[in-house]
């Protein structure tokens, strides 16, 4: 092959990856792709490993592989890392799996929710709107600016810190803080 023509594959490789990152933010280092799935792509982020460890625990891999859509609100491992000590440990046993299936479904809305659509809803009900889950907690979303918040059912609140990953079985909103359900 010669010089010229390598170079021109190589462009024409680089220009199909970047179109098919255009629009898609990064997530812990990795790329994000619109035609993946949730579990697809957030297996490749290297700030998700403790939410993939808990999804394959709680046995929802092939859920979250489903056609959807879903809206994942997506923990960081600092996320996990704040809970007190010994937490993730303790719902990763497998003794615990309903419980721990209960705290990951407590990210899980049953729509493909983006940014605008939610402060959308948000101003529709007068700056907070309530959001259901899979897991049946209801979420608190609010905004200021362009940052989200949601405020879970112990009055915990995390913060969306990137948002509109696109996947194509819905999209994930990644969040600095675990949301919990009613004790």
Do not use: W
Request: aromatic share 4%; glycine share 8%; net charge negative.
């Amino acid at each position: 092959m010669t010089t010229k023509r390598f170079t021109a594959t190589l462009t024409a490789l680089t220009l199909v990856g970047t179109a098919a990152l255009a629009g898609n933010p990064m997530v812990g280092g990795a790329a994000m792709f619109a035609d993946r799935t949730i579990v697809e792509n957030a297996v490749n982020s290297a700030d998700h490993e403790t939410l993939v460890a808990a999804v394959q625990a709680a046995g929802l891999v092939e859920t979250l592989s489903g056609k959807g859509p879903f809206t994942v609100f997506a923990p960081t491992d600092a996320a996990f890392a704040m809970l007190q000590d010994g937490t993730v440990e303790t719902l990763l046993k497998p003794e615990n799996k309903a419980m721990l299936q209960k705290v990951l479904t407590c990210h899980v809305v049953s729509a493909d929710a983006m940014s605008m659509a939610i402060k959308g809803m948000v101003d529709d009900d007068g700056g907070m709107h309530p959001v259901p889950t899979v897991g049946g907690c209801t979420l608190q979303a609010s905004y200021s600016g362009d940052t989200i918040m949601l405020k879970d059912e112990r009055g915990r609140t995390a913060t969306v810190t990137i948002a509109d990953v696109e996947q194509s079985n819905g999209v994930i909103h990644v969040i600095d803080t675990v949301l919990l359900p009613a004790m």
